[in-house]
Nanobody, 121 residues
């Protein structure tokens, strides 16, 4: 059974940094493209970033380009999202998923509990 456990969220000041982690189990992590999505209060799920199975290709939505960095450690079955220069509009519940960005979010069925990121002074 696919299990994804997100961690690392918290409260950060504008301009600050956080590093999210996603511990994966129940599937062969190294064979899957992985992505991060987020849901801001009152809004739908939004794909934020994606990474190829070998890390060779990455994707970022325009609003986070140059500020967020996605990475993975296939030996540890872990996905990361380094978030720098945080803005209040980055406030959201962040989820990881073992699909590529653009997959209709309503079709994905392995969402974890997410990790809350709050950016506020």
């Amino acid at each position: 059974q696919v299990q994804l456990v997100e961690s690392g969220g918290g409260l950060a000041q504008p301009g600050g940094s956080l590093r999210l982690s996603c511990a994966a189990s129940g599937f062969t992590f190294s064979r899957y493209r992985m992505s991060w999505a987020r849901q801001a209060p009152g809004k739908g799920l939004e794909w934020v970033s994606g990474i190829a199975s070998d890390g060779s290709t990455t994707y970022y939505t325009d609003s986070v380009k140059g500020r967020f960095t996605i990475s993975r450690d296939n030996a540890k079955n872990t996905l990361y999202l380094q978030m720098d220069s945080l803005r209040p509009e980055d406030t959201a519940l962040y989820y990881c998923a073992n699909v590529w960005v653009g997959t209709p979010t309503y079709q994905y069925k392995y969402w974890g509990q997410g990790t809350q990121v709050t950016v506020s002074s």
